[in-house]
């Protein structure tokens, strides 16, 4: 059991725009920066977000985060076949003081 | 380039010990908080441990406290996890982690390739 919520399994088509969540509470997401990770099957996680909404050199601009109170969202706009890959957020825990993990959604593009 | 090399991994028996070690290069790597992150097959990620960049602190999960300790050598760009007392619970993939924003913020950059752990009789 995660501490952060994202539902298991995501799709869309390609074009389309696609909004993937992460639930947390006051002691995670409501006081610390939340981050998204992409990672391609068989591959090392890539981070594509960092501080809520900042994408790091070479993340396209298709790749979007927010935050508000305790949830968190990566948005993906002009969805591409290869965008298909497992979405993870992370964030530190003030309580457990340990960094956590979504469990992860899987992104499948139809 | 930026670049995490992991080695070390392998087939244990419950109860044993295994050292994890990952060598970087392309950065200045005493300025930097590092992490060993693991994810179980078939599973999510999972935090285990991070040391600061002059390896004073570090932090671990609860599950593996008091089992692992991780440590960093600046001088050879060298970052360690030692990990006794190992059980099934512990097989995954281990990746170590450049911390990117730095101070425990969770986000990480570069990954190395990750060591496969598998822990069985």
């Not at chain 1, 591409?80 to 992860?104: I, K, N, P, R």
């Not at chain 2, 244990?12 to 097959?41: E, H, N």
Request: with cysteine; glycine share 12%.
């Amino acid at each position: 059991q995660s501490v952060l919520t994202q539902a298991p399994s995501a799709s869309g088509t390609p074009g389309q725009r696609v909004t993937l969540s992460c639930s947390g509470s006051s002691s995670n997401i409501g006081r610390n920066t939340v981050n998204w990770y992409q990672q391609l099957p068989g591959t090392a996680p890539k981070l594509l977000i960092y501080s809520n909404h900042q994408r790091p050199s070479g993340v396209p601009d298709r790749f979007s985060g927010s935050k508000s109170g305790t949830s968190a969202s990566l948005a993906i706009s002009g969805l591409q076949s290869e965008d298909e890959a497992d979405y993870y957020c992370s964030t530190w825990d003030d309580s457990l003081t340990a960094v956590v993990f979504g469990g992860g959604t899987k992104l499948t593009v139809l | 380039q930026v670049q995490l090399v992991e080695s070390g991994g392998g087939l244990v028996k419950p109860g044993g010990s295994l050292r994890l070690s990952c060598a970087a290069s392309g950065f200045t790597f005493s300025d930097y908080y590092m992490s060993w992150i693991r994810q179980a097959p078939g599973k999510g990620l999972e935090w285990v441990s991070l040391i600061t960049n002059s390896g004073d602190f570090t932090k671990y999960e609860d599950s593996v406290r008091g089992r692992f300790t991780i440590s960093r050598d600046n001088a050879k760009n060298l970052l360690y996890l030692q990990m006794n007392s190992l059980t099934a619970e512990d097989t995954a993939v281990y990746y170590c982690a450049r911390d990117y924003m730095g101070g425990g913020s969770g986000s990480y950059r570069p990954w190395g390739q990750g060591t496969l752990v598998t822990v069985s009789s």
